[in-house]
């Protein structure tokens, strides 16, 4: 939690070597120091973090540092790149039956999450064309078939329950009401049981050989500590897992889970859920998940909401605006009219790194929409040379300005401060082309203006 | 008697992870480097996190220095004395001399809110208490069927209203309802939330606020749900529940897994937020007060 940014840490530890050459034995263990204690922040488990850093050692020791590199970004730059290697280079779906119905398992801890990604995996498959059957088979929880039947029919799936059958029974019955009525695939929610917990173990061994599944997915909580290991390994000594779905990496854990689930198991993260609502289900992305372990932040996916929040075209405009420096008022208030479409500033401010760090003041400032409003206000209250050139506003006009828009001068006055920063952090960042944002940008933590 | 029996078989129902190495480890044999480095791995592979098993060891280290040890049992011993004063707590849980006694649950998703709520309630209805359950989650499909379930099962009331209602439309009715009725004690459930989601926060400190407009200084307790399986994140957790509204206690779930739970040193070393209570199962009594010299012990001998 202490943690800015691993960069940050490695650009500190190895400061004293400058230039190019080789990373020297010496260089890499204090790195590798680093390294290790972000894992373990991360919820890595720690003898997967003791395999890793040896085999990052291994690789590390005598590597060129590459001349727009420095050594420290050298070392982000390998274990990045391990680390995905680790979590999969590429993003995997799950696998579909040639003929009848395809069969996928939902398994899981207690309170892992199993019944909501069902549901969500049931729309997203249906998005994707498909016809899908949920089983409500998790008979032991109270309010849990309920549950998945509220949320079924929320979405307009069909969801299969019995009360006087055994969990067992109710997946064959499902199962046989899929190939009767053409549904594919056919999605059980099992309950959520203790891996240690034999008799609750062999019943998922049992449903299993009685659906035979195309895929057994383990739901697991991006949240989880040391213990992921020992959870995922023994649903995968019963089941024979064939997937991994993360939960809840909405917050703001750095989810080293992952790693350890798939590093003891050996299965692909196929999913990631990042919300409650239905739609909040994703494909997982290896080399964002290893940022986001490391403490680098989601760059990546934060520049893929903003590319689809933008007008190309206006993108464009926008950034030949900021080269020349030529960014007025009139653009800053476009801008936070496409950074509200891109989502809640929480989720977006979560994906910057050390974005979860950022005071709660500032984030309840920031986060109110009647601040939003304001800002409209303020811009639209001022004349069309004003927008272009603010440096007129001399004191009556930001009186006048507050008295249209129905604020005070202090606001009006917080407000081109604001923009005064905006415009300065821009003249930092020069071009801003896509690979030159995301180095600059995760350098410049704090930056941004809001 | 039986409830540290009952502590310990949720403890020590797996014979893997820190307690099985913990033993060995302390065994028998020399104080050494070895030793230390060891014992730092396990405090770590326990989810008590780096920056407080260092801390652990490092004054572990130099106090057995200081007294001049030389087996790994003394050291042990010490070991054993440093978590009981570092997890005990003076204050006893609130007293409940002012009626009804308010308790609100809060915590992230999934960490067991309406499990424990169903529990506490049925503590409190043993003690010979007038109990009433209010399902403070309207949001989770079928989260009010759930601890309705419940309270038939601890034969306690239930305030609830229908699903989507208003959070603190209904604890101000169940406040109201409390006081007509007599209530000793009102445990409230409430919908799980991530902590960084503001909107939902700011929610709960409505939910506190409101409760605390009905009844002066409740809710008196407001304990936060933690999963044992939930690693570092567990510290945000508390620090940014414990900013919406102030935490009293934690009351620590699915301790029967294999899980140790060992986060709860650094929120208490960090936060000052004590344990109050262990969930050790799935069943209605699988609910203990915690024990701080229970829990070193079990946490150091199996």
Request: hydrophobic share 40%; glycine share 10%.
């Amino acid at each position: 939690m202490m943690f800015s940014s691993l960069a940050d840490k490695l650009q500190n530890t190895l400061k004293h070597l400058r230039g190019k050459g080789k990373l020297s034995e010496k260089d890499v263990d204090a790195a590798l120091r680093e390294i290790k204690l972000a894992l373990l922040e991360a919820d890595v488990n720690f003898k997967v973090v003791k395999e890793f850093v040896a085999a990052l050692r291994e690789r590390a020791v005598g590597e060129e540092v590459m001349g727009s590199l420095t050594p420290g970004q050298q070392v982000v730059k390998i274990v990045n790149e391990e680390m995905t290697r680790l979590m999969g280079e590429t993003q995997s779906g799950l696998a579909f039956s040639g003929k009848g119905p395809t069969g996928i398992m939902v398994v899981g801890l207690q309170g892992s999450g199993k019944t909501t990604t069902v549901v969500k995996l049931a729309s997203h498959l249906r998005k994707g064309g498909r016809n899908p059957l949920v089983v409500a088979a998790d008979i032991y929880r109270p309010g849990a078939v309920r549950q998945l039947q509220v949320l079924s029919e929320s979405v307009g799936e069909k969801c299969y329950s019995n009360e006087e059958a055994n969990p067992v029974e109710i997946c064959r019955e499902g199962l046989q009401l899929a190939e009767r009525e053409n549904h594919d695939p056919v999605i059980f929610d099992t309950a959520g049981r203790l891996h240690i917990d034999e008799e609750m173990m062999s019943e998922i061994t049992a449903i299993k050989k009685e659906v035979n599944p195309h895929e057994v997915l383990l739901v697991v909580d991006a949240m989880t500590g040391q213990d992921a290991v020992n959870a995922a390994s023994s649903f995968n000594d019963a089941v024979g897992l064939s997937g991994v779905i993360l939960t809840k990496l909405d917050g703001d854990t750095r989810g080293g889970a992952a790693l350890s689930v798939r590093a003891v198991t050996g299965c692909p993260v196929k999913y990631v859920g990042v919300g409650e609502k239905i739609d909040a289900l994703e494909p997982f992305y290896p080399d964002r998940m290893a940022s986001r372990i490391l403490g680098m932040g989601d760059m990546l996916s934060l520049i893929e909401k903003a590319e689809a929040a933008v007008d190309q075209e206006k993108a464009r405009e926008m950034e030949q605006k900021m080269r020349r420096q030529q960014f007025t008022l009139d653009d800053f208030k476009e801008q936070l009219g496409q950074l509200r479409s891109m989502g809640s500033l929480d989720e977006i401010l979560n994906m910057i790194p050390g974005g979860g760090n950022i005071p709660k003041e500032v984030k309840q400032m920031s986060l109110n929409e009647d601040n939003f409003k304001q800002v409209d206000a303020i811009i639209g209250s001022m004349t069309k040379k004003e927008k272009q050139d603010p440096s007129v506003l001399n004191s009556s006009r930001r009186r006048r300005i507050a008295m249209g828009s129905g604020t005070t001068v202090q606001d009006v006055n917080r407000l081109l401060n604001q923009f005064g920063q905006m415009q300065k952090m821009f003249k930092k960042m020069g071009s801003f082309d896509k690979k030159g944002g995301i180095k600059k940008l995760t350098k410049g933590r704090g930056g941004f203006p809001f | 008697m039986s409830l540290i029996k009952q502590y310990k078989s949720g403890l020590a129902r797996s014979k893997s992870g820190i307690i099985s190495s913990l033993t060995s480890l302390f065994s028998s044999g020399e104080l050494n480097e070895e030793f230390y480095e060891e014992l730092e791995e396990i405090l770590i592979s326990g989810d008590v996190g780096v920056e407080s098993a260092m801390k652990l060891v490092a004054e572990l280290k130099e106090e057995a220095k200081k007294l001049k040890y030389k087996e790994r049992e003394q050291a042990k011993e010490l070991l054993v004395e440093k978590l009981t004063e570092i997890m005990s707590s003076d204050e006893t849980a609130a007293g409940l001399n002012q009626n009804p006694h308010v308790i609100l649950l809060v915590g992230v998703n999934g960490s067991g809110k309406t499990t424990s709520a169903a529990k506490l309630a049925n503590i409190y209805r043993q003690e010979g208490k007038k109990v009433l359950l209010v399902a403070g989650d309207t949001f989770r499909a079928a989260a009010i069927e759930q601890l309705e379930i419940w309270s038939e099962r601890a034969g306690v009331d239930l305030i609830k209203q229908q699903a989507g209602s208003d959070p603190s439309a209904l604890f101000f009715d169940a406040m109201n309802s409390a006081q007509a009725r007599g209530i000793d004690i009102v445990i409230g459930d409430t919908a799980g939330r991530l902590h960084n989601k503001f909107n939902l926060m700011e929610e709960l400190n409505k939910v506190h606020r409101t409760i605390g407009r009905c009844i002066e200084s409740a809710p008196h307790q407001v304990l936060l749900v933690i999963d044992a399986t939930t690693g570092q994140n567990a510290v945000a957790q508390a620090k940014s529940f414990n900013e919406a509204l102030p935490i009293n206690g934690v009351i620590l779930t699915k301790l029967d897994g294999t899980a140790r739970g060992g986060i709860v040193i650094s929120i208490r070393d960090t936060l000052g937020i004590p344990v109050r209570y262990l969930g050790t199962g799935e069943k209605i009594e699988d609910l203990v007060p915690f024990c701080a010299a229970d829990f070193a012990r079990a946490l150091l001998e199996a």
